[in-house]
Structures are given as C-alpha cells and as structure tokens.
C-alpha cells in the first residue's frame, strides 16, 4: 500500500453514520448527565448504546464474532475521532476507555472459555470492565515495573494483595484486569502477570472513587483494595509472568485510541471557537476577522491537521504488525499535548463564556489535562523516543 | 528613589506573620470548603477574619482611617503574595476580589457620606460588595465602550436598566457598584456613571449564579438583571458621566492585585512540586534529579521571579502617581501568563496526584485559567501594549 | 488508494541511492564551496550533476520525456529529504530552488516550442533559470496582487519595465520567467502575466547580488531591473492575464519541495546532535543520559515525524488533483517552523561547536531561518488557514 | 533603599548622553566594518574610544582611579543597554567583553604592580586583553571543572601546557589571563590558578580564529595554545588554586553585562520593527494594524521589559554583595532567550528585508543565539536553578 490518505468506503460510511448520531443523538444528551459522565446513570449508556446499535455504528473496533464493525487501527483513526465529538459519543459505541482496550487485549489473549464469559458480554455492551495496574506511589506508576500488588501460589489458585488507584470505570464494573507480581520484587522487569477477577469476589473492594480534573470517564477513578483476594487459576489471563508483555499488546494500541478520541475532542472545541469567531463582534468587527484570534484558530488547525497525519501514522505501524513504539510515543505526545493546545484557545476566544458552564469548553478543558499524565506522562515517552533515537544513531554508525 | 529591591522593615514584618498566619491558620481550614471557596460558609469568612485582625494582617492595603494597614502597593505586592498562597488567604486579610478594588475606589471617588456608609463596614469585613460592569454578549466585555445598561434621569434620581453577569462577589454582597450608561450609546467611549445600589433595592435581583471553571472568589460569579432599578442622586459615585474614567482608577491598580495573588498561588505550586521531585522516585531516583523535571522547576522558578520583578516594576509606577497603563498591561499579561504554566507544570511534576483531588493542584489549576480572560483578556492587553508602542515609535521619529 | 505509508519499491531504490550518493558523494564537496552555495563555482555544480546523473538519481521530479525519473509529489517527499541531507544535495539532482519549480511550471504552462528552446535544457542541467516575482515594498510580497512591474503592448511583443528583488538564482540563469502586469494596477487580483525573457535581453540587468542570511541557493538572490525590456509575442507563457493563476500552479509543489528539502537539512541537524549527545559527555555523564538533551532529540524527533506525515498529507492531496491549499498551507507553515527548532536544538546541544564553522550547524541556522518568509511569510499563511477554516464553519452551518 | 525603580540623575545622565552618541556617532559608523567587528580595523576602535571619551561616556564601569566613571552594577544596567543599542558601542564605551570582565577581575583581584601593568593601559583602551578559560572537548567547557591546561611548578615559576578555544578578542590582545591547573586533576572542583601572560611570551601561540555565527566582537574568537609557557611568580592573579573562585568575581557580572548590552541589541531590532510596521503596508493597511504583527510587537516589549526587571534585580543584589546566584542565574536564562526571541520577531515583521544585508537585522539574528551557550549555556544554568531550588525546598522543610 503505497502513501496514501482515502479513507476506504465502508470506513467512510461507518464515520459518517457516527458523525450525524453524534450530533443528533449524542450531544442532546449531554445536558442529561450536565458534563459529569464519571456519574452518569446507567440508563443514559444504555439507552446512548442501543441507539448506536440503531445507527449502525455500535463497537466499530470489536471483531464480527462478537458483534463488532471489526475495524483495524487506521479504520477506528476515523471513526473513534467522529465519535469523541461529544464526551458521551465513544460511551454510547462502547469504544471508551477502559473497555475498548481490554476488548482489544481480550480478543488477542484470552482463553476459549474467557472470552465466553468475560468478552462477550463486555463486547455487546452488558457489563462494564477495568484494568488495575497502576498503584499510589512508589508503586507501579510511570515506571510499570515498579509495581508491588503480589500474586502468591495457593494450591490450584492464587492469592493476590495490594492496592490499585486511578482505576478508571472500576465502579459498576463486572471485572477487572488485575496486573499482579507472581515472581521477582519492585523495579524488576519481568515477573508479572495479569488476572480476571469479578467484581463479585470478596477480596477486591473499592476503596473509593477518587476526585479528579477530568469527568470524562463513565464510572471515574477508583482506588481497590485487594486482600486476600483468592482466585482459581482459570483466572490467570495469558501466561504467568508475560504480565508487562501482554500490557504492551494492550498499551500500545490503546493509546492510539486515546488519541482518536481526543482528536475528536479538539474538534469539537475548535468548532465552538470557530462559530463564535463568526458570530461575535468585539471593538467594531468580527472576532474572526482580528489578527490574534486568526492565528489562534489556524494555530489550532495546524495542530489538529499534524496531530491526525502522525496519529494515522502509527496506527498503520500498528496494523502493518511492524514494531511501532517509536511512532505510538510520538503520537501520544504530540497529540495528547496538541489537543491541550486547541482547548486552551477555544477558551480563549470565546472568553467568559469559555470558562463557564454555558458552553461545554469548561468541561473539555478539565477533560483534557489529565491526558499528557494517563498512559504514561509525556517526559517518560520522550525519554523513550530519546533513548531509540540515540540507539539507532549509534547502530547506524556501527555499521559504516 | 533609585533602583532598590529591599522590602521595607514594616512591610517586611506584615509579609512574615502573613506567611506565618497562612500556614498555620489558613492552610489548615482549606478542607472546610473542599477547595470551592464560591460556596464557602460565611461563618468560615468570619472566623478567618477575625484571625487575621488578632495576627495584625487585617485589611492590609485599607488606609488606617478605615481601620487597615496603608500600605501602598509595592507593600502590598509583598503581603499580597505571602496572602494567595491559599485560596482563602486574601478572604482573611479581606482583600480579595471585588472588595479590595472596590474600597480603593471608594477611598479615592466616594463622598463622605457615601464612605460612612459603604466604605467602613466593607473594609471593617462586615459587609461584601460586588462591581457590576461586565455585560453579556454584544454589552460591556473586552470593550467597556459596549456598554448598554442605562440609568435614565427621574425625578430625584435615576432609573436603571440591563442585565450584567461574571459579577464576581454578588450573592451575598451588601451592594453593588454598578455602571450605566447615562449618555451617549454602546460604543461610544464616554457617557457612563458609576451607582452604589443597595442589595435590597428590589429592581436588582441575582438570576442565577454561573457555573465556572475557577472555585476561588467568595460569592462565586452571578448574573444580575436591573429591572426599573430607582435610586437616589446621592447613589451617584463620583460625577455623572464619568464612569470610564474611574473605572480606570479601579482597574489599574486591581489588575496588579490580582497578580500578587497569583503569584502566591504559583509559588504555593512550585512548593507543591518542589516537595513532590524531592519526596517521589521514579526510575531509580528521585525526580528532583531528573534533568526534564529539573527544567520544568527552573522554568518555574524563573517565571515567578521575572513575574514578581515586572510587577514591582508597574507597582512602583503606579505609587508615584505616573501613567503606568503599558506597565500594569505588560505585567498582566505575563504574570497571568506565567501563573498559569507554573501551574500547569506542577501537575505534570505531580503526575496522578496533580489531577486527582487529593493534592490542592487540581482546584489551583481550575482556578488561574480563567484569569488570562478577567480584567482584559491577554489579546486586549496586547493589543494596547502593540499600539502604544507603535505611537511611541512615530513620536520619537517625529522629533527627531 | 486507503491509508497507506509504505513507499513503493521503486521510490525506495531511489531514495537509498540519493542517501548513499549524498554521503559518499555529495558531503565531501560540501567543503569545496565552505558552505557557501551562494557563490558556488559552476564546474562543481556539474561535477556533481554528472554524479547523479551516473548514481542514476539525477531530476527525480522531472518526467521521462525531458529525462528524468517521473516522480509524483509523494516520490518527490521521499527522495527529496534525502537529497536535501547536504545543501549542495538538491542541486547535484537538479531538484533545488528556483529550477525544479520552474522545470515544473514549464511542463503544465509551456507550448512545445518554448519546452524545447527553455524546458530540455534546463531538465538535463545544461542551464539553470530564475522566476521573477517578488519587487521591493511597496510592490508584490507577501501578497502578489500588489505587482508593479508593467508590461506594455506594442508592436508583435510587450515592452516590460519594473524593478524585482530577491530573485534566487538569477546570477548566471539563462532565462528569467518574469511576472508582469498587462491589466489593471496595483492590488488588482487579476491581469498578470507570465514572461519568458533570455539573459542576453538587453532589457534585463541585474543590479545587485543581496547579501542574504542563507547562503545556500546556487545563484544567492538577486535584485534585477527591467528598463524597456522588449519581447516578442512567443515570450508569453500560457495566457495573457493568467498569470497569478500559473503562480499557483507553481507555489503549491514548491512550497511542498521546499519543505521536503527542509525536512532533510532537518535530519541532518538532528544526526549531528545525536552523534554528539552519544559521543560527548559533561558532569560525568553522556549528553545523551542529560533529561534536558533527551528532551531537545525527543523533540526533534517530534518534529521530523510529524512534519513528514503532515507533508505527506498535502503532497498526496496534490497528487490527487485536488483542491489543497488548506492542506499545503499547514504543511508550510508547520515544516518551516518545525525545522528551524530542530536546527535550534542542534546548535544548542553541539555547544560552542553548534555555533562555529568547525560542523556545519552555524550554516543549517542562517539557512533555515529565511524559509520562515520565503514563498508566503507563516503570518500570511496563517491568516489564509483562519479564513477557510471561518468559511467552512459558516457553510456547515448554513447546510445544516 | 524600599522597592524602586528610578535612575538617579548622573546615571540618568551617562545614560541619555551615552543614547545620543550612540545615535549620532557610533551608528553611522556601522557601515565601516560591514558589521563584521570580529575583523574591524584597529583606527575604527581607537577612533570610536576617543569619541567616547570627548562625549564623556568612556569607561562607565571603571573606577575613577583608572579612568572611568565608576558605576556599581544598576547604574551600569542602565548605561551598557544604551550602548548595547549598537553592537559596536560597547567598543566604543570600553565596556565590551571580554575586556570589561577582565577589567573588573583586576580592579578586585590583582596586586598593585599588575594593576599598573595591564589594568591601567587596558583602562584607557590602550590595550586589549582576553581571558583563556574554555578548553575544547572533553575539556573545561560548561562544566569548568573539567580543566585539563596545566601549570608545572619550575624554578622561580611555573610552566603551562594546554590548548584553548573560543577565548574572545585574544587576537590583537595584550595580554591573556589563563586558567591553568595547579592541583589536582580534570573534575576536580578545585586546584585552578590564573596567570596573566603577556602576548609576546613565546609559549602562547594563536593557532587560528574560528568562524562562528557571531561577528560582533571586537577580535573575534580565536583557538590558542599554550606549549611550554614560561611565567614568573608574578605572573599568578589572586592565589594559587583559587582560580575557580575568582571566575565566579568575573563571572557573576559578567553575565549581567552581557545580559544590559543583548538588550540594547533587542531594543534595536524592536525599533526597526516598530518603524517598519508604522511605514510598510499589506493587504491594504499598515503592519502596525494587523493582529499577528501586533502580537509579535506585544510579546516583544513585554520581553524587553521583564527582562530588564529580572536583570536589574540581579544587579542590585550583586550590589548589595550578596550571594546571588540563583538571581544571575535567572536573569541570564532569561534575557538571553528573551532577547533571541526579539530578534527573530523582528525579522519576521521585516520580512525580505530582514533577512537581507540591507537591514542590521540579519547581523542581530547571528549575534544573539550564541548568547544562549556562552557564558553557561541554559541547560547548565536551568540545572543550578532547580537544584538551588530543591536544596531550599528541603532546607524549610527541616526547619519547620
């Protein structure tokens, strides 16, 4: 395939579906959960589900056997921005954070009879899920492999302890993804595995749900606590000890996703700041004909336009099956920090209406910070672009 | 006086039981309104007051006919700043916004009589007060000129009319200080009068109070509909048809007060951050040693102490009486500026933490965002700033 | 074509060829000329194009026909960073500023008689050429329609008198394309003309060699005077009148290969800060471990990675025949902006190295800050992306 | 002395005679070396010098017992700005680098005799003079411990073997102080020891003098080496191995007069540009009235004014004799990238001409981005301020 930017024809038509239900369906509802989806009801996704279903459009990135569009990265690119012009919009096609991804890891890694009980129902959108990796300091942060929540061997079983925060969606979900240390100690690289383990079983509780700047994501942030908490071996997802591996299967796609929606995101404040730079006067002219609302707004096309082309970049990488980490942390940075950029002047030009609750720009812009620290903090990522740039170099060199 | 950055033995002594007084006293009641000061408890106002008057750091920049410390504003820049360390810090020393510029203007502008009654409670913390200038769209914003509140003449006084919002300080205040236009029409630059109005005039009434992204002023930010509002002449402050030109006596100094608060709170984040890098590892070491972290602190750093310099330096113009408005317009625009990088990279330092509710970081950036768009958005200021230096530019060549 | 970035086969082939004569071939000859392409002697240029022509990389751009290669916009991207790895690259392959645009716009515009008399030899390297459309101020700059230099009709041709400057390569060109007005006057958006004037018109005299910041155009620039310049009828390229529309022709692919070029010097900045961070070390340690440098080459990489793909985006857009303007306008303005911080961050890491004549980082500098003006400062480029972003807003609405 | 910012009125004086002569003088003398000063002629320096003197601005850094005006660090701040306004004033005032530093080394540090010797004539501008401290790779460089030239203890002296680069204005100087090693080895923080070595000592050769991108300072920037160098006792400045110390008496004010003349150079390039955006037009109205352009001239004054703020802070500490580190460290950051980014708005406002040799800009653009390496390049400088910072984070906190 050589360069190239058509966006093929079912791709088109599933992102134009998602683009007129988010607008007519989707972003009515906005009012209904007033901004704060971390609490939203229950009924508003299932009722936001069932209409995408309607539409055609409901989980473009699942596979066709468990009811999926069966999109690859480059085709969700598309679809996940259109939908994450409205907050709700990637709830309503059961493509949010963190359901979408642990599908996806579900999909690649999961057993038979896993997949039956915990992606199949997660996949049509009947039960919410989470993934529990990252721990309150000096746990597992940043650095994953600082993580200290330990697995330990009981007959036909485990054992597992520790504790979890920035848990997102892990209030109302039917299970957890739990990344536990089965052998070695904090700071080694390997020895971690993951688990499935239902919200129903006793020694996993939720602390409490966690006040954060963003409100974007349905269920919130929890803090879990898990003691003594027993689980069968059936319940070890994968291999033990290829935790971190199969958390990179996870990761790296899933940032991408992230950024899809986000990009959608920018988008819709960008469109905000662009239709009231049309409509509003200020010291005898239209806000869009003054100089520095100009090089505002083209300032945030550039960043959306560069942010989509880099984006769309390393999703092809991913779905060439090629080793992509160098373009996926290129990606997260620019784009999650981009993103940043073009809210930051929505609410600059459209002012005091930018930071009230009058236009959802005040909603966006908490919504949006968090995102340069999630899945990894934009210095970490560039540490790593750093340390591959070098790298090369110095194999470059060695073989001159 | 020549260039000199001692800070006097007095000030010098007010500044350090401020910080004393913050620390101990204020830091500590934080929790009682969980970060949303607009909500904040009366009786907490009180009870932070009283403190403030029992440490000898009441009422700071009021002149001591009025109870207060007289200090003028380079001393105030100082004390200030020790103050906005904590969101409630300028509420105890009763010299957060509106009251603070408002008993400057009253001080300056206001008759005996009108000085008797309104001044001395306010500066006394007895009574609140709001300043009703802003307009919604197409009124008074960016461009005061805009103005279409209007005070028709009666018999024996004034009948005013329109609707005002982002009137920080409303609900709650004792009265506000409302502008209306009482010749000429929108977009005319003279033609406005200042009105004290009482808050039991019943043509004033508080519609709804507005949802914003910043927590931090008492009182919150309301809109006000004047409804056939009668007043007395002796409601006029200051001469009929002289609005602008006072609003400009409030402004200058108000736009400087306003960035000695927050560089008390950007400093009140480097300290966050800084105990953060020193306390938390990643990696291996702790992050204070990271050279990406140790550059966002030095940015830090240098934005506080450049912000701080430039301040003082407009500060120092407007105490000796000189025309300062490029000066307070330079030092708007970068200290707001500056506030809220310094902010935003103590998040980041932060990580987690930073957005989560658990640290005061997440209220502190919702809070200094807004304040590139108060008092004169950075565009308007910039604007200014360019032409002044444009006419300057033609003035020396025209001499020459 | 769906999305896509592979390069096709054949384009690779030639692209590893250009890598490999641009560092076998290319770079040792950077010394023969210290830098200064400017004042290059013309038997270097031929040495090198022979060169090429040998590697089998010579006029990539070019079609079959007039003996070159037949790439289309998105080969170009691909081979042209590579020859753009060395100043002197894209002259060796006849693909350097003004002759590749020239070469192309002759291929569009040109009659057969004019492709044979102007376009073969300047395809095979026999000549070089110049296009002649920017004048001092008050005349065409930024924006064209200000043009000033007159073409009168007379008898059987035009008699053409204007003043031009800036005109890249006219020292030693055999021909000039000089754009004239035939209609209307100054500031008029129509009546232009395109003119193909010999060297040896007595008409046409270069006044004056700029001494310029970059130093890398074969030729410089120069400053060039029309004074009863006659030409005949077949002087004319494509239609009276057209002339600004030929332009566009013209500048969209050339910003775009402007920007390839760009891209490569980039790489090259970024190489050598790479192999000095690996190399050099300071308080103990390789640059290449210091958090600030890492975060300079992260950003770099940044910057490479999302000015291809955004380049790449516009370059396909073109290919396609469509309408790109938006899209080659971003690519311009964030590609020029882009390599210049990567060039910035080179001379920052190499140190008192960056900046002295010993690598060859002090001449990338002043090489790359022009491109920030050339072909469309970014303020007016930016303007242009706000006003069809503004445009496009009010359709949708108007649709909706 | 409170907080002030007035400039008593002999300053004011120097200042404002320092402001004409420069205009009248200095400037029409520009032409004469092209703005190459690296290479200027030595009649242009005497010339310029005896002007100053008849002007009465000659030295206004030197004590009066040697012939100058004998301004502390703010009065200089003030007068060294005005001269900075040319990039030859300084030449003409005797206040250039590195002479001024040495100037200033001596006047706290040398004996009697060496003052007579090499204070007096350098005092008068009968002499040049440089300081050789900067060594090439992997020696003394932004990590001055890293010295590697070494003095050998002889008979009756000492012996110095090593290689220098980039020292400033050695050729044509008089005299070099050099620092050597004493004790110890390279990363040692102490054992440094300076000598004063005459130019015609025959171990002292010119080896050659670098081409950088900065042309502005008298003499230029040559390569030395020092082969068996014989000295006398006599020849050590200060104490044997306390040669670190006393670079931090140069250094300290060093920097801060650089910091005073870089913005004179930044108020130049901004004056170029106001007076181009006050004449030129585009798009039918002048510059001066386009947003973007606006934008950039705001930034710019507001650059210029923090700048000189923060800087004369960090004058009056030094002043005061305090320990100012953190504050000269700052100041340094700060104005030297502030400074890079006026200059480079003002060519972009220029356009065409910006760029060009017509204009001074271009030879600005060169001269200001080495400012951010020499003299300890920003990262180095970043890395101090966060560490001092941490150090006092940690510091209270013990103390509370």
């Known amino acids: 395939m050589p360069i190239g930017f058509e966006i093929d024809e079912r791709v088109a038509g599933i992102a134009r579906r998602t683009t007129e239900f988010v607008r007519e369906v989707v972003i009515p509802e906005e009012q209904a959960c007033d901004g704060d ?54 709830l309503a096609l059961n493509c949010a954070a963190p359901d979408e991804g642990n599908t996806h890891l579900l999909e690649v890694v999961a057993t038979e ?20 990796m990252t721990e309150p300091a000096p746990g597992a942060g940043s650095d994953p492999r600082a993580l200290t929540t330990t697995a330990t061997r009981i007959d036909g079983g485990w054992l597992i302890d520790g504790r979890k925060w920035f848990i997102s969606g892990a209030d109302g979900a039917a299970f957890a993804i739990c990344m536990a240390r089965t052998s070695g100690g904090p700071g080694d690289p390997g020895g971690a595995t993951m688990f499935l383990i239902a919200a129903d079983n006793p020694g996993m509780k939720i602390v409490r749900n966690i006040d954060t700047l963003d409100q974007g994501l349905f269920g919130g942030h929890s803090e879990i606590a898990f003691e003594g908490c027993e689980v069968g071996d059936e319940a070890v997802l994968g291999e033990v000890d290829q935790g971190f591996a199969y958390a990179q299967v996870r990761l790296g796609p899933a940032r991408m996703t992230h950024c899809m929606r986000w990009l959608g995101v920018a988008r ?27 090089q505002m707004l083209a300032d945030s096309e550039i960043d959306i336009e560069t942010g989509r082309a880099v984006l769309w970049r390393a999703c092809w990488e991913l779905d060439q099956g090629r080793p992509a980490a160098q373009h996926t942390s290129i990606a997260k940075i620019y784009v999650s920090e981009a993103v940043n950029r073009v809210v930051d002047r929505a609410v600059q030009i459209c002012g005091a209406l930018g930071i009230s609750g009058d236009a959802p720009l005040s909603r966006l812009y908490r919504e949006v910070r968090p995102f340069r620290i999630y899945d990894g903090p934009s210095e970490t990522h560039r540490w790593a672009v750093a340390k591959r740039a070098v790298r090369a170099a110095r194999e470059r060199r060695g073989t001159r």
């Open 37 to 90: 989806v971390h609490a939203g009801p229950e009924p508003l996704r299932r009722r936001l589900q069932d209409a995408a279903r309607e539409a055609g459009v409901f989980a473009p990135h699942v596979g066709a056997e468990w009811g999926g569009l069966g999109l690859d990265l480059c085709g969700q690119a598309v679809v996940f921005e259109a939908a994450g012009y409205s907050l709700l919009g990637p």
């Open 113 to 132: 009879e896993q997949k039956e009980r915990y992606l199949r129902p997660l996949a049509a959108g009947e039960t919410r899920s989470c993934f529990a």
């Open 268 to 294: 819709r404040a960008q469109d905000i700041a662009l239709e009231r730079a049309a409509d509003r006067s200020a010291f005898g002219k239209p806000l869009a004909e003054l100089g520095m609302v100009q």
